[in-house]
């Protein structure tokens, strides 16, 4: 099992940065792919970034401006967003799973979500 509890969330206006982070707990972090996903009102979750031994993936509407890394010591995944817009605005959701992926169901757990309004 593992637990994940997101923070960092909050308001910003348009064009601002923010960090969210993700704090892990249970078997080792290590192991894991991690993964951001985003919700926003009235549509479907979708794929952020996610990060691996093997490197990064982002989605193509937040590539050059989001940067997924991790701190395996700290059992910690960070999502840093800058130039945010206002159609970032949703509840961003980490998941851990045993492959870098893009797909929902690649994932095993889930936080609870953290969120993000960004103000036009």
Do not use: H
């Not at 206002?86 to 979500?113: F, K, L």
Request: net charge positive.
């Amino acid at each position: 099992q593992v637990q994940l509890v997101e923070s960092g969330g909050g308001l910003v206006q348009a064009g601002g940065s923010l960090r969210l982070s993700c704090a892990a707990s249970g078997r080792t972090f290590g192991d894991y792919a991690m993964g951001w996903f985003r919700q926003a009102p009235g549509k479907e979750r979708e794929f952020v970034a996610a990060i691996s031994w093997s490197g990064t993936l982002y989605a193509d509407s937040v590539k050059a401006r989001f940067t997924i890394s991790r701190d395996n010591a700290g059992n910690t995944v960070y999502l840093q967003m800058n130039s945010l817009k206002p159609e970032d605005t949703a509840v961003y959701y980490c998941a851990a799973g045993p492959y870098r992926n893009s797909r929902e169901s690649a994932y095993s757990y889930w936080g609870q979500g953290t969120q993000v309004t960004v103000s036009s």
